[in-house]
């Protein structure tokens, strides 16, 4: 599950760098933390 969590969170992570460039470090946290609350939800209902 781990490993599946960080494939996704660190593919997500990497397609949101040109966001985080142009865009506030404050937003990035946010959708971060929005993805974040996803997948840790999504994990949980495929449980």
Request: glycine content about 6%; some cysteine.
């Amino acid at each position: 599950i781990l490993k599946g969590m960080s494939k996704v969170f660190y593919a997500r992570f990497f397609l949101l760098l040109p966001y985080c460039l142009t865009d506030s470090l404050q937003d990035l946290m946010m959708e971060l933390h929005i993805a974040g609350t996803n997948l840790v939800v999504g994990e949980l209902i495929t449980e």
